[in-house]
């Protein structure tokens, strides 16, 4: 454990430390953010309201609009010359959303990470080749120095040209690759084409993030890679990668109750959920200088377990986020996540970890339809037509069972779905696909 002191805390004391930085945090932005300022007035909040945990309750949300309406600098709270670094998230549309860093919260930053790379058993021997992009995006750097701060040695690979990471793999035996789950399949992939095999080689641990990755998947990636993997999950708006991470238990990812306090609420009104409900995750933090977000809502579905964790360590651990509101689509009235089918193909033998869902949207995420094209393995593809017909049958009736969905299911080729060195796009627009 990289802090012990902090990461075993009490829970008395360590809610002590939460109230106290929350405090302070509410009060420095009130007094300099006019955005915060305005929205606690608004809604008739003082800083000298918030006496007890509960009373972040009161404060007001801050959502991407938000970001985007502030750009740049609008929820900064230090002058721009105390600001060293500054990353923006990869959306596609309109103004990035922009977080910016003074040294201080770089130092968290590394602090978070590190722990995190401790947690999931990666010692200042390890060798880890970052392969997360590098640049605007948080998942390179953020990693880059967590692992420097560990002491471990960094490969700063980022992400893409694949046989160069495989040569560098095996020249510098790497113990540690850091990425995003499709990567790490696109890596494993390319090693077979190649005739590597990665079991003998010195990769043991992998610790994967930035994207949804259900159980299956990361079954079927440690057996390609022969690796045990952890999950590492964060974003932009309040750090970074690190806000949460598993530890070798893997029964949730420990978020570093220090630094963030986090909440579930219901996502249509707003309400905060008692512990252990599902919902949207909302972070606050409350020890970083640059910028201080204010109950973010991630929209990132999830749910919290309070109890001490078998590692010792006593920060409230999440449960996989399962994926964004955004993603979730609504098939005839069943809600469903692009990950809960990916779970889904991947229990069927023959089939691969890589598909779409193609969907007919209506009206926002509702569909009436959706073709879900799933890759057949090369032993599969090979076999006679009456096993690739079961294969077709099995999905569309574990899909129906399990998630009550009716799907059009496509087998498709080996090799034919678009691989990502980033985050995969699962759900894709049919008015996109003939474009
Ligand atoms: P962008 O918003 O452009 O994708 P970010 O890197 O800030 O850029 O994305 C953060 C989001 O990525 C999170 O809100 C979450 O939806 C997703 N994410 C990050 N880590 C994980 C993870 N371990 N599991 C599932 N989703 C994750
Ligand atoms: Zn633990």
Redesign the pocket.
């Known amino acids: 454990m990289l802090d012990p002191k902090i990461e075993t805390m009490e829970r008395p004391e360590l809610e002590a430390l939460q109230l106290k930085r929350l405090q302070k945090t509410v009060r420095r932005l009130y007094n300099r953010v006019p955005f915060y300022k305005n929205a606690m007035d608004k809604m008739g909040v003082k800083p000298s309201d918030i006496k007890v945990l509960s009373d972040l309750a009161k404060l007001p949300f801050t959502t991407k609009t938000d970001f985007r309406d502030e750009y740049p600098y609008g929820l900064v709270a230090v002058p721009k010359d105390d600001i060293v670094r500054i990353h923006a998230?990869?959306?596609t549309t309109g103004k990035p959303?922009v977080s910016c860093y003074t040294k201080k919260d770089l130092e968290m930053w590394g602090d978070c990470v590190a722990r995190g790379l401790a947690a999931c058993g990666v010692t200042p021997k390890d060798t880890l080749q970052v392969a997360f992009g590098y640049g605007l995006?948080?998942?390179g750097l953020g990693l880059h120095y967590g692992a420097q701060y560990l002491g471990a040695t960094v490969i700063p690979t980022g992400a893409g040209n694949t046989q160069k990471q495989l040569m560098l793999m095996q020249d510098m035996d790497t113990s540690v690759l850091v990425c995003t789950p499709s990567y790490a399949l696109i890596i494993a992939e390319t090693a077979k084409a190649e005739g590597i095999n990665l079991k003998k080689s010195n990769l043991r641990i992998g610790v994967?993030?930035?994207?949804?990755?259900s159980e299956n998947m990361r079954d079927d990636i440690e057996r390609k890679l022969g690796i045990r993997a952890y999950?590492?999950?964060?974003?932009?708006?309040t750090l970074?990668?690190g806000v949460?991470v598993e530890c070798t238990c893997r029964k949730g990812?420990h978020i570093w109750e220090d630094n963030f306090i986090p909440e579930i609420i219901n996502p249509d009104t707003g309400e905060v959920l008692p512990p252990g409900e599902k919902g949207e995750l909302v972070l606050t933090n409350i020890s970083r200088e640059a910028q201080s977000i204010l109950r973010y809502r991630?929209?990132?579905i999830t749910s919290l377990v309070y109890e001490k964790c078998e590692c010792g360590r006593t920060h409230v651990r999440m449960d996989?986020?399962g994926?964004?509101t955004d993603d979730m689509i609504k098939v005839k009235g069943v809600n469903v996540f692009p990950s809960q089918i990916e779970s889904i193909l991947l229990s069927v033998k023959g089939v691969e970890p890589h598909y779409q869902i193609i969907v007919d949207r209506r009206d926002g995420f509702v569909c009436d339809d959706i073709e879900i094209h799933a890759e057949v393995s090369e032993a599969a593809f090979t076999d006679n037509m009456s096993n690739l017909i079961g294969i077709k049958n099995e999905l569309v009736a574990t899909l129906q069972s399990v998630l009550g969905i009716k799907a059009t299911v496509k087998l498709v080729e080996p090799h034919s779905i678009k691989r990502s060195e980033g985050?995969s796009k699962r759900i894709i627009d049919r008015s996109e696909l003939n474009k």
Do not use: Q
Request: glycine share 18%.
């Open positions: 998230s990869s959306g959303v995006f948080t998942g994967f993030g930035a994207e949804p990755c999950n590492i999950y964060g974003l932009t708006e970074g990668p949460a990812m991630t929209h990132d996989r986020v994926g964004r985050k």
